[in-house]
Nanobody, 120 residues
Framework: QVQLVESGGGSVQPGGSLRLSCAAS????????MGWYRQAPGKQRELVAD???????NYADSVKGRFTISRDNAKNTVNLQMNSLKPEDTAVYYC??????????????WGQGTQVTVSS
């Protein structure tokens, strides 16, 4: 059974930094896209950033220039370095693995979520 386990969440002041990590256990194909989503209470889950096996990245406009996503295909891990954090970044952050076109039917895995709180 595939599991995604996030770590690194916490509480920081505005302008601070956090690094989120996600470790995938079980069989995860290296071709699958890995990424991070976030969800604040009462709001829809939104894409923060994702990265393909080849290293192509995609970021939400709200985090460009502040967040950096990376992955290690050999270790089946994905990381999110979050700098210059703002209160509006406060949310539960979820690790995501998406098979996209590489598997039919398409399959999407989610971690349990880790809380990030940015407040003064």
């Amino acid at each position: 059974q595939v599991q995604l386990v996030e770590s690194g969440g916490g509480s920081v002041q505005p302008g601070g930094s956090l690094r989120l990590s996600c470790a995938a256990s079980g069989t995860i194909r290296s071709s699958y896209t890995m990424g991070w989503y976030r969800q604040a209470p009462g709001k829809q889950r939104e894409l923060v950033a994702d990265i393909t096996s080849g290293g192509n990245t995609n970021y939400a406009d709200s985090v460009k220039g502040r967040f950096t996503i990376s992955r290690d295909n050999a270790k089946n891990t994905v990381n999110l370095q979050m700098n210059s954090l703002k209160p509006e970044d406060t949310a539960v952050y979820y690790c995501n693995v998406d098979s996209q076109r590489f598997r039919t039917p398409r399959i999407i895995y989610w971690g349990q979520g880790t809380q990030v709180t940015v407040s003064s």
